[in-house]
Each structure stands twice: as C-alpha cells, then as structure tokens.
C-alpha cells in the first residue's frame, strides 16, 4: 500500500517559527480537523503535545473524544455538545444557544465580515444575555478572518470589529474570556500579536499562504506521500498505457504501476501537462482508481513532498491536495 510520512523536525521547526510570532507556545492552538489536514488525527495529536502544545482546534466530538488526552483545552467548531471538562464549543448562530446544557464550556463566535458562521455584533447582546440565562460557561470569543492571505483592508477592519467585541465583553463583566481571532495566516502576517491564542493550522503543516508580497517565514512541509511498487513491463515503441490509452509509449520503455490512485485520495490526471513527481517522473496516462504509472522500476516512488507545488499542477490548494488522502494511508514518523 501507499504510505505516508511525517516529518518530526519539520513540523516542530514550524511550531518555533510560529511561537517567535507569538512570544510563547501556551498561546498556539495546533488544529486538528478532518485528520489533521490529512496528517493523521491522533499521531499530530501526540507530537504536538510532546512539543508542549496544550491546546487543539478539532471539527467535531467524534475528533475530539480522540485527542483530548493530549490536551488541556479543545475547542470543537461544529455539531453536537456536552458538559465536558476539556471540550469547549463554539456557537455559530443565536439558535444554536437554546439547545445548549446548564454548565456547557463555549466560545462565541463572532461574524465581524466573513459572513459564514458567527453571531453578527448586533446580536452580540442578546447572545451573551442568553449565556447568563442558560448558565453556560463563556470561555472564549472569537472570530475568523475572511482574507488574511490577501492584500487589501479586510484584515484590518475586521481587527477593529472584533476589538470593539473585546470591549463590550469586557464591559458586560465576563472574565477569565481567551479571545482569538489569529488563523495562519494572520499570524504569519502580524508584527504585534497581542491576543490569547492562535488557531494555528496550515503553517503548522509546513505551508506560508500569504500574498507573494509579503515577507516569508521559513515553514517547511510535513507530509510526503509514498507509493509502492505493484508490477514492471517493458511498453514497445507505439503501445498504450491505461485507460483510454491516453499515453503512446515513443519508443521502448520500462513502465511501472504504483499503489495509488484517486481511491486514495489522489487526483486524477486532467488533460492538461501531466504531473511530475519532486523526481522529475511524468504520470503515464490516466490516474486509475489504485494505480498510477511511471517510467520507474523503482520499488519505491516519492509522489509528492510539496502540497503546494502539487496544488499549482491541478489548480487547486494545498488544503485539498492533503485532506483528500485516504485516513487509511498508513502514516509514520520519520
């Protein structure tokens, strides 16, 4: 089978460069969801609480109940809630608060411009009214950056929105209130971090998204997928390879298959240039559901070592290129 490998120094190297923009890894929160950005769940889990992180972003209970162990704090962005020692919950909606149990640790979300999830400041009030009724527990407000990646004044005014948050929290009397705002690649931007915690994801994986106009932090990559070798043949001068035959062998040529394929979460190959491996290696013809070949006859192929240079080839985001592989890829720390 395919396998996948995760490299310790690495993701501890972007844990430092993310704590130099913090000032302390108390304040970095590792982000978990969907396997860990397709690192695997539970094994970022452990590395990044051996590093000392002791806070963790998951999407859901089921995400959670599998790493709490690890930390002192989980915040769960999504579904059902509980009173629970460890987990927090975010409320995305007004609506949401009326289902909440007595006691219930939850962080307030609040929509200061992005206009997907969050309770808009004009209900800010009521939401914070329906805390105390309820008597649930506020533990953290927070909000979410609909560009920080980009240039332009988004990312400042949504700042200001979400100081203004701060302020009337404050003035409402609720204390002991972690406040957040911070994704990757807002922090990766800032000069002047002065909140409680950051929602570190992307860049803890190796990946600086920010506009090519801004300064770069030296971030290196975590994940490199494997694919093993299944069988070798010898393609004569004008026969095809796979699928519709979309590949014409131009002379005699020894030709591989490897365990991958867009079953695993691999994508499949387009019409356009092919992809081509860190090696240089061109994929020969379609991307079968388990298999892809190669003019190899290497036992072992690196696929990719890079989800960003990846993510130029199929136009799409490292993001993708990463969750989309298979929880069922085996992954070891290297």
Not at 8 to 32: C, P
Not at 203 to 225: C, I, M, N, Q, W
Not at 236 to 242: F, L
């Amino acid at each position: 089978m395919a396998y996948i490998t995760i490299n310790r120094q690495n993701f501890y190297h972007n844990l430092n460069q993310i704590a130099l923009k913090t000032g302390s890894k108390e304040k970095i929160a590792i982000v978990l969801k969907d396997n860990a950005y397709g690192h695997g769940l539970k094994l970022i889990a452990k590395l990044a609480s051996e590093y000392g992180i002791k806070h963790a972003v998951v999407r859901d209970l089921t995400e959670a109940d599998e790493v709490k162990e690890f930390f002192e704090s989980v915040l769960v962005l999504a579904g059902e809630s509980r009173v629970d020692e460890v987990c927090s919950f975010a409320i995305n909606s007004i609506e949401q608060l009326s289902g909440m149990e007595k006691g219930c640790r939850v962080e307030l979300k609040v929509d200061t411009g992005m206009h997907r999830n969050g309770v808009a400041i004009s209900e800010l009030d009521e939401a914070l009214d329906m805390i105390t009724e309820k008597g649930l527990n506020l533990v953290g407000v927070m909000t979410h950056f609909k560009s920080a990646d980009e240039l332009g004044s988004d990312y400042f005014w949504q700042r200001k929105y979400f100081a203004l948050v701060k302020q009337r929290v404050n003035e409402r009397g609720f204390d002991n209130v972690r406040f957040h705002s911070h994704n990757s690649s807002a922090i990766l931007r800032t000069r002047s971090f002065d909140e409680d915690m950051v929602r570190a994801g992307i860049a803890a994986y190796g990946y600086d998204e920010l506009h090519e106009s801004f300064d770069k932090t030296d971030l290196r990559p975590v994940l490199t997928l494997y694919a093993k070798k299944v069988a070798t043949k010898v393609l004569k001068a004008g026969q095809r390879v796979g699928y519709g035959g979309n590949y014409t062998a131009p002379k005699d040529m020894v030709v591989s298959t490897y365990n991958i394929g867009y079953g695993d979460g691999w994508l499949r190959a387009t019409d356009k240039a092919p992809y081509q491996t860190s090696e240089g290696l061109e994929v020969l013809g379609r991307v079968s559901m388990d298999l892809i070949s190669f003019e190899s006859e290497k036992e072992s192929l690196c696929i990719m070592d890079d989800a960003q240079k990846a993510a130029k080839h199929f136009e799409t985001i490292s993001y993708e290129i990463m969750t989309a592989l298979s929880s069922d890829i085996p992954r070891e720390v290297v």
